[in-house]
C-alpha cells in the first residue's frame, strides 16, 4: 500500500501563490510517478500536472502552464506543486495521486486508472 498526504491548500486572492505538498510513504517502489489533480463542484476530476521518478520527466496541463511548476524531493518523498498566478477558475480540491505508469502524460489523462490517491486539499481563489 501507499499512503498519499496533500498539505498547504487554502484561501488566496486573484493573482496569488500557494504551494501545496504531498508526502508518500509506504511501499513507494510500487509507483513510478505521481501527480497532482483536482476537480471543482460539478465537473470532472482532471490531470494538473505529473512528474515521473523514473526518467525526470514533467506534463503539465495548457491551462497551468507557466504558472504552475511541479517539483520533487527525493530524500522526503515529497512532491510539490508551487502554483503562482491563481485565478478564480483554479479553485478545486486538488488530489495528488500516485501510479505505475509509461508516461506523465498517460498518467495525467487518465485519473480513473490511477491507483493510489490522497484525500485531497481546498484550494479556493477569490477576493
Known amino acids: 500500500q501507499v499512503q498519499l498526504v496533500e498539505s498547504g491548500g487554502g484561501l488566496v486572492q486573484p493573482g496569488g501563490s500557494l504551494r501545496l505538498s504531498c508526502a508518500a510513504s509506504?511501499?513507494?517502489?510500487?509507483?513510478?510517478?505521481i501527480g497532482w489533480f483536482r476537480q471543482a463542484p460539478g465537473k470532472e476530476r482532471e490531470g494538473v500536472s505529473c512528474?515521473?521518478?523514473?526518467?525526470?520527466?514533467?506534463y503539465y496541463q495548457d491551462s497551468v502552464t507557466g504558472r504552475f511548476t511541479i517539483s520533487r524531493d527525493n530524500a522526503k518523498n515529497t512532491v510539490y506543486l508551487q502554483m503562482n498566478s491563481l485565478k478564480p477558475e483554479d479553485s478545486a480540491v486538488y488530489y495528488c495521486?500516485?501510479?505505475?505508469?509509461?508516461?506523465?502524460?498517460?498518467?495525467?489523462?487518465?485519473?480513473?486508472?490511477?491507483?493510489?490517491w490522497g484525500q485531497g486539499t481546498q484550494v479556493t481563489v477569490s477576493s
Open positions: 509506504g511501499l513507494t517502489f510500487v509507483y513510478n510517478a
Open positions: 495521486a500516485a501510479t505505475r505508469t509509461p508516461t506523465v502524460r498517460a498518467m495525467c489523462n487518465s485519473p480513473s486508472r490511477l491507483s493510489y
Open positions: 512528474i515521473s521518478y523514473s526518467d525526470g520527466s514533467i
